[in-house]
């Protein structure tokens, strides 16, 4: 069974901290990974893509992806008591027909406390 | 940016009603939509799995038969919870991706609150 793991957290910083958010997933063949933001009582919001190993940066937001380890995470530079949310990663997975298949995590609550 | 829209955003009904959420595409078309379902502090389950032209997909432990998957057009996706009971009560979400683009995300509608008396 394809897994995403993260840690549930809450991961606690103080504002204008770093804050890192890590996942792992189980299928080797997983080509392309996304992070999400859900805010309580609402639906996730898309954060970052990232497709190739390697940083990817979109503004204070910066995702790193290791597929040899098998790791993805995603670091938000000066966190602001606004990024107060669960954090969910996702990986696309190759299924039968050439369609991919998303497996969520279970999230990380962060909290970024002033 | 893609927009999904997902009617009504919150259901307040009797037991025993049947009820039915919109998912639809704004800007693009999706092949595939996916239906979800969060309970309170839970993480966000995949429930089925939505094909234009065809039947869903439904994962394990979901009955088809309590929720039902209409995929009629490529902008559109309804999800009808039949003879719905407090049980049901939930947070529903719906997501699309742009049709011939599997490997991209899924673009969420804002989930509708459904709470059965």
């Known amino acids: 069974q394809k897994e995403v793991e993260q840690n549930s957290g809450p991961l606690s910083v103080p504002e204008g901290a770093i804050a890192s958010l890590n996942c792992t997933y189980s299928?080797?063949?997983?080509?392309?990974f996304f992070w999400y933001r859900q805010y309580s009582g609402k639906s996730p919001e898309l954060i970052m893509s990232i497709y190739s190993n390697g940083d990817k940066e979109d503004g204070r937001f910066t995702a790193q992806l290791n597929k040899a380890s098998q790791y993805v995470s995603l670091l938000i530079r000066d966190s602001q008591p606004s990024d107060s949310a669960t954090y969910l990663c996702?990986?696309?997975?190759?299924?039968?027909?050439?369609?991919?298949?998303?497996?969520f995590g279970r999230g990380t609550s962060l909290i970024v406390h002033p | 940016g893609a927009v999904v829209s997902q009617h009504p955003s919150r259901v307040i009904c009797k037991s025993g009603t049947s009820v039915k959420i919109e998912c639809r595409s704004l800007d693009f078309q999706a092949t595939t939509m996916f239906w979800y379902r969060q309970f309170p502090k839970q993480s966000l389950m995949l429930m089925a799995t939505s094909n234009e032209g065809s039947k869903a997909t439904y994962e394990q432990g979901v009955e088809k038969d309590k929720f039902l998957i209409n995929h009629a057009s490529l902008t559109l996706s309804t999800l009808t919870v039949t003879s719905a009971h407090p049980e049901d009560s939930s947070f529903y979400i719906c997501?699309?991706?742009?049709?011939?683009?599997?490997?991209?995300?899924?673009?969420f509608g804002d989930g509708t609150r459904l709470s059965i008396l």
């Open positions: 996702a990986v696309n997975n190759p299924a039968s027909g050439g369609s991919y298949i998303p497996t």
């Open positions: 997501s699309a991706r742009e049709e011939g683009r599997n490997n991209q995300p899924q673009h």
């Open positions: 299928d080797r063949v997983s080509q392309s």
